[in-house]
């Protein structure tokens, strides 16, 4: 009889298998199998022959697939969780991912194309979708279906009124050269203002959350002031050029 191995600690309050481990985390069970063989989780838990996954395995798939989201290659995960410890609790991983993706636009989310149609006031054209994905707002999913962002109904009604594409892919190019700059400096803020607090062996629950919580007032507070300081400055653009030289009124 095969004898059952000891529960780590932390780990009896959440069991999951391999196949709801992989659906809690929206990954393949082929993929999630993938990235246990690569060292990126501990190892699981074994009760007989049977394997579990606790709540750091869990918390440690979900900052792999926040590294997707972000844009790391395969390579850079393996790199950057190199530097996260086995061992890491999953209060400690939720503040890693936490930091992560603090100064993260709006979520894309995953939409069926009815569900695509109605977030966009209308039944789409191959056209449409082409501009949409074109102009950022769209793209493919899992499944044939559609990931989209908050501001669909934004962009398909810049669609309607014939905006140039070139005038969004250019303003895009513009805004993120700029923006990734600044997410990198707001991190450096981040990490050497706030991270501290928190960097301490037995990251409780509590800490953790109080994290997630103010990261996620100080984006708020953040990006209002960014948007604040761009209208503020393209109305004195605005101003100065449709103010005419003294000597030419």
Not at 82 to 110: F, H, I, M, N, Y
Request: hydrophobic letters at 45%.
């Amino acid at each position: 009889m095969a004898v059952q191995e000891p529960t780590p600690a932390g780990a009896e309050d959440t069991l999951l298998t391999i196949d709801e481990l992989a659906l809690a985390t929206d990954m393949t069970v082929r993929t999630t199998r993938y990235y246990a063989s690569l060292g990126l989780l501990p190892a699981p838990v074994r009760k007989g022959r049977m394997a579990y996954y606790g709540r750091t395995h869990l918390a440690r798939l979900q900052l792999v697939r926040a590294l997707q989201d972000h844009g790391f290659t395969l390579a850079a995960i393996e790199r950057y969780l190199a530097d996260v410890p086995l061992e890491a609790t999953a209060e400690e991983l939720a503040v890693q991912r936490a930091l992560l993706t603090a100064w993260k636009p709006g979520q894309w989310e995953e939409v069926s194309r009815r569900e695509l149609d109605e977030r966009a006031g209308r039944r789409l054209s191959q056209a449409d979708l082409d501009w949409l994905t074109a102009a950022g707002a769209v793209r493919r999913g899992g499944a044939g279906g559609y990931q989209t962002l908050p501001v669909l109904r934004l962009a398909v009604e810049l669609r309607d009124v014939d905006m140039p594409l070139e005038a969004i892919t250019e303003a895009n190019t513009a805004v993120n050269e700029h923006m990734a700059e600044l997410a990198d400096e707001l991190t450096r803020i981040l990490r050497n203002r706030v991270l501290t607090k928190y960097q301490h062996t037995g990251l409780s629950a509590v800490e953790a959350e109080e994290f997630q919580r103010t990261l996620a007032n100080l984006r708020t507070l953040t990006l209002d002031a960014i948007v604040e300081s761009f209208q503020r400055a393209a109305n004195q653009v605005a101003r100065r050029s449709l103010t005419l030289p003294a000597d030419t009124a």
